[in-house]
């Protein structure tokens, strides 16, 4: 997946994806990168506690890092 | 007012007609001609008197209530209320209840539509007798304190003004801050105030429903500040109001705000607009009144596309309010705020408008005012307002940041070689200052100063309902919202046991419009959405659920529905203290911005992903986010592709927002992704 940012454009696979988010691949480009991308283990993806709701470990845990506060 | 001589026979036939179908007893005459049977209970102590007899010696009793002079309203408004009906209840303490009816009151009322309406409360067994041992002393027959000498039973009991002032007076602070709540929340019950009331309490209870109608624009000329202009006159204190806006006239006049031009001048294209008065009563801390405020607006409603420009006043995003409190601390800045006073009134007005004088003032024929600044009301004002400081900071050496309209930011070289910096950002008319240099902020303080009227609030400690506190000698700056929260939480759910996260895990909210509960409204929903949402602004981990009931809210507002947002506010509840904190660290090069993203493909009903990301900096998040993607992605790779892309957009602005105030960020963001 993540190397699928950088290089996937034009993939067999990947062609149905829009063409503007391959926005990403140009800032994550070897030469000059704006940003960088790195692989974490989905269950330690603080972002997740964005995306569905989450049980109890698992959200205090996301919540240490993203407020620097637990409840 | 003029009193109504019809509507005043309407209300005493509503009162006859009440009394006649509802009351099974004769109504006793003074206390020597009571029937034997109920004597009895006269030679018995008050604590051992049944509540049913109690009742029957209330019965038919009416009483006048005169707010004293300190008490508010003080505008000498009167009660006559009555003992109609009483019988046992389970729901009132004591279990057993005594309903009072408003009789008649001064000013009269009579609603909108011109019918008189019988106004009730209901009163418990408990409160009475409290009421009536507070006042006697307990040990006491009801002979006793029936004594001619205290007059009659019903005046102990609904309140002798000067014996039980201190009592209204609770009660009367208790009613207004109700009132105050109401009328921001518009909802709630007056019920619960009437908790360990003296007697005065149903007297009160009726002001409170009075105030209610009159909230309604159901009374007339009861409530603490008249609705409108026309409402001033017949009110008991229309010479004070009378006075407050003559008062305002000439302020504005004094202010240069007006100029009297020709009519024949006028523009073809602009209505000459109404003014319009607004009243307001101000209370000090103790609830007495200290002063009547009529402030005069323009109706902006008769104003004429074309001859004003833009409407709005430029606003921070929260997420650079954040980023400031984070770059803060880790470049050791300080933050402080001021706000810009009166803040219509002094800022001129450039395009014309044209106004008459409010109410019966008048000017002679054939002229017209013509507003040389903006006043309140106006369309242009709040845009009208901003321009003129963004033109003071742009002149003064302030830097516009890129990515926000309203962020500034002002560099001086000292000769010493270091430098001295402001950032600042807008809300309207409030201001967030962070800088180096409290001497430079100064300075910049006091020229400020003599172009805008300032109130200088010194350390930023409160901004946009969020506490501030920042202690310079560990570098941690901390926000949390309790206060707003405690609000939130009062208005809809007063007591709540905690849970420990906001929603269910995977909660799925079912469309079943069918199933909605009779007493609950849309509209009551919206707000509780769009509190919660302000609770966001701090409280990131409810940012997924809201969301999830924003869309709801408009489609659905089934049992899941309610059960969801019960739990957010069971959560909150738990939560309320519940901050970030932004932390200096040595391990970490500062001004470094990580971010994650993530997305949940095809989650929502209609197929659809939702993605989640957060931006990081100085240990806790500046931004984020929850939000359903546009397209339907056909696999979770693409909805992954489109959270990542996006994000690294985010990233993008608050980079070149710290670029612009000189914090470069030396290496590439890292973007988490599973």
């Known amino acids: ?71 | 007012m003029p009193h109504d001589n019809q509507s005043e026979s309407m209300h005493n036939a509503t009162i006859w007609n009440l009394k006649s179908s509802m009351l099974l007893h004769d109504r006793p005459g003074a206390y020597g001609t009571i029937p034997a049977s109920w004597r009895d209970a006269g030679t018995t102590l008050l604590s051992k008197v049944s509540n049913a007899k109690l009742g029957e010696y209330l019965l038919g009793m009416d009483s006048l209530l005169r707010t004293p002079a300190e008490c508010w309203p003080d505008d000498g408004v009167t009660w006559s209320v009555q003992v109609v009906e009483h019988g046992a209840s389970k729901k009132h303490v004591g279990g057993h209840v005594f309903k009072v009816v408003l009789a008649d009151s001064s000013p009269n009322h009579v609603s909108s539509n011109g019918d008189v309406e019988l106004w009730a409360v209901d009163l418990s067994a408990k409160q009475s007798r409290q009421s009536m041992e507070a006042e006697f002393g307990k040990g006491k027959t009801l002979e006793q304190m029936l004594d001619p000498k205290n007059s009659s039973l019903a005046q102990i009991v609904l309140g002798v003004p000067a014996q039980l002032s201190g009592a209204i007076r609770r009660v009367q602070l208790a009613v207004r801050n109700t009132i105050k709540q109401q009328m921001k929340s518009k909802q709630g019950t007056f019920r619960r105030l009437e908790t360990n009331a003296t007697g005065a309490c149903a007297a009160m209870a009726l002001a409170m429903s009075a105030m209610k109608c009159e909230d309604e624009g159901k009374f007339a000329g009861i409530g603490p500040a008249p609705k409108h202009y026309n409402a001033v006159f017949g009110r008991p204190d229309e010479e004070k109001w009378v006075a407050a806006m003559d008062k305002e006239v000439i302020k504005i006049f004094g202010m240069g705000t007006w100029e009297t031009v020709d009519t024949s001048t006028i523009p073809e294209i602009c209505n000459v607009m109404n003014t319009c008065f607004l009243f307001k009563v101000k209370f000090d801390s103790e609830g007495i009144t200290t002063e009547r405020r009529a402030r005069a607006n323009a109706d902006g409603r008769q104003q004429k596309p074309g001859t004003y420009g833009e409407t709005f006043a430029p606003t921070s995003k929260s997420s650079i309010i954040r980023t400031i409190c984070a770059i803060t601390e880790q470049e050791k800045l300080t933050l402080y705020q001021f706000d810009i006073k009166g803040a219509f009134l002094m800022a001129p007005c450039k395009e014309p408008v044209y106004m008459n004088l409010p109410g019966t003032y008048r000017l002679p024929n054939g002229k017209a005012l013509r507003c040389l600044k903006l006043l309140y009301g106006l369309k242009q004002s709040a845009y009208g307002f901003h321009e003129p400081n963004f033109d003071w900071l742009k002149d003064d050496g302030f830097k516009n940041l890129d990515s926000d309209g309203v962020a500034f930011m002002k560099e001086v070289k000292k000769t010493d070689g270091t430098t001295s910096e402001i950032i600042l950002t807008t809300h309207v008319d409030d201001a967030i200052v962070a800088t180096n240099d409290n001497q430079f902020y100064a300075e910049f303080l006091t020229k400020l100063g003599k172009d805008f009227e300032l109130s200088d609030s010194g350390k930023l400690n409160w901004i946009l309902g969020c506490k501030v506190e920042q202690n310079l000698k560990n570098g941690t700056v901390r926000m949390s919202q309790e206060k707003y929260c405690n609000n939130a939480l009062k208005h809809f759910l007063s007591d709540a046991n905690p849970v420990s996260t906001p929603c269910e895990s995977n909660l799925h909210l079912q469309a079943s419009a069918a199933l909605r509960s009779a007493n609950v409204t849309r509209k009551s929903y919206v707000t509780i959405n769009r509190q919660l949402d302000r609770v966001c602004f701090l409280q990131s981990s409810l940012v997924i659920i809201v969301h999830l009931l924003s869309i709801s809210v408009c489609t659905n507002l089934g049992p899941t529905y309610v059960a969801a947002i019960h739990r957010v506010l069971r959560y909150l509840a738990g939560n309320r203290s519940l901050g970030i904190t932004y932390r200096r660290s040595a391990k970490t090069e500062a001004n470094q911005l990580w971010a994650t993203a993530d997305a949940d493909h095809a989650g929502a009903d209609d197929r659809r992903s939702v993605s989640g990301w957060a931006v990081l900096m100085a240990g806790a998040m500046v931004n984020r986010a929850s939000k359903s993607q546009p397209v339907t992605a056909i696999s979770s790779t693409e909805s992954q592709f489109y959270s990542v892309s996006l994000r690294s957009l985010d990233c993008g602005y608050l980079l070149r927002m710290m670029d612009m105030m000189g914090y470069k960020q030396r290496a590439a963001t890292p973007i988490a992704q599973d």
């Open chain 1, 1 to 71: 997946m993540g190397s699928g940012m950088y290089n996937g454009f034009g993939h067999v696979q990947a062609r149905h994806i829009d063409t503007r988010v391959y926005l990403i691949c140009e800032l994550a480009s070897e030469r000059s990168p704006e940003v960088q991308l790195f692989n974490i283990a989905g269950k330690d993806q603080p972002s997740d506690i964005f995306t569905k709701g989450l049980p109890r470990p698992a959200f205090e845990k996301h919540m240490a890092v993203l407020m620097a506060e637990t409840p």
